[in-house]
């Protein structure tokens, strides 16, 4: 009895070759003579994914689509990251703050506006990260069984990869903007000003659009705390600086979390007091050595739900998404009346000409 080597055909079945070459077909074998167990042994390869070329040109001819391949949804290493910025104008924020600053808070709230809506004039248009994103809010839902809710401590080993997130203007009239989200470590936050390799190694701060410094509300509030933290984020910049991974094509933002513990301490206290300090300081020393200056004061998860926190967190996130210094925003198109007649008619609507 005749039989074929290749694994889909169905010539010892039907009769009929899958090449057309009918009994001609040098791929035929008598199966009821062959011991070698070919047949078998390749059979078993094209069920594991073994046998490539013959199944690709299999797939060829039976009409099979080939198989897509997604992204697994977690956060962007840098091959990734680049694959990102190489086909679009992306635009990539480095985050660095100290531990328990409310990094991972204010990342996992653009998520959570997103799942309500648009954020300002901003729509989401797909993201790359979803799972990593769903990942930062688990614990801060009902659903995760917590009795209160907390944030995933960031790894070091995610100081050089980004989350992503593509949004939309509402107009239709711009293209869509690829947002890529880096977030330090805290753990390396203070290695970063201590040693220069540790530095150097941080690898998206030199190609960021943005770099935002957050700095722990409410350790400003705690006088055993407050200088260390404010001290930490001035000399974090001037290691950069100095480094030259910032610069004039970076704009700087400085954020200060948890606002609603600054709001319940008195407006004259000491903490209020060092936080307009920072800010000055912020403003004196690099609002001359970098793109833009930012300051922002911020809860992205305010414990008490007193504070209004949805237009302040839409500002911020709007403002990453609309503005650079690395190279022209897009500008609307302009919108035009469309005619009937075909373009080549209207060159003299559009040019003036009189004839």
């Not at 062959?34 to 070329?53: H, K, Q």
């Not at 001819?61 to 977690?74: D, I, K, R």
């Not at 001290?231 to 979390?257: D, E, M, W, Y």
């Not at 609309?322 to 003299?348: A, C, I, K, N, W």
Request: with cysteine.
């Amino acid at each position: 009895m005749k039989g074929c080597k290749l694994a889909l055909c169905g010539f010892g079945i039907d009769g009929k070759c899958i090449e057309g070459r009918g009994s001609a077909c040098p791929n035929l074998i008598n199966t009821l003579e062959d011991t070698s167990d070919e047949v078998t042994d390749r059979a078993a390869l094209a069920s594991n994914g073994d046998d490539v070329t013959e199944i690709v040109a299999d797939n060829a001819n039976t009409g099979l689509s080939e198989t897509e391949v997604l992204h697994h949804g977690t956060a962007l290493e840098i091959i990734d990251a680049r694959e990102v910025t190489s086909r679009s104008r992306a635009i990539l924020v480095s985050i660095a703050g100290m531990v328990e600053s409310g990094k991972t808070s204010l990342l996992a709230r653009f998520h959570q506006q997103f799942q309500m809506g648009s954020v300002g004039d901003y729509e989401f248009a797909g993201s790359l990260s979803l799972m990593r994103f769903e990942e930062l809010n688990w614990r801060a839902t009902v659903e995760s069984g917590a009795h209160a809710p907390s944030m995933e401590h960031t790894s070091r080993r995610y100081d050089n990869s980004c989350l992503h997130v593509a949004v939309s203007h509402k107009d239709g009239n711009q293209p869509h903007i690829d947002l890529l989200l880096n977030d330090i470590s805290g753990d390396t936050y203070p290695d970063a000003i201590s040693a220069l390799t540790v530095c150097e190694n941080l690898m998206c701060t030199r190609r960021a659009d943005h770099l935002a410094v957050v700095v722990d509300g409410g350790a400003m509030v705690d006088r055993t705390r407050r200088h260390d933290h404010a001290s930490k984020a001035l000399n974090f910049v001037n290691r950069l600086l100095q480094t030259g991974q910032i610069g004039p094509q970076t704009i700087l933002h400085l954020i200060i979390t948890k606002e609603d513990e600054l709001k319940a301490a008195p407006r004259d206290s000491a903490c209020h007091q060092a936080v307009h300090h920072l800010e000055e300081s912020f403003e004196r020393d690099f609002s001359h050595r970098v793109g833009g200056l930012h300051k922002w004061r911020v809860a992205a998860r305010p414990m008490d739900g007193t504070l209004p926190t949805v237009d302040i967190i839409t500002r911020l996130f709007s403002t990453f998404v609309s503005t650079t210094q690395r190279y022209p925003m897009p500008t609307p198109l302009p919108s035009s009346t469309v005619y009937g007649e075909r373009d080549f008619s209207r060159y003299g609507l559009i040019h003036g000409d009189s004839e």
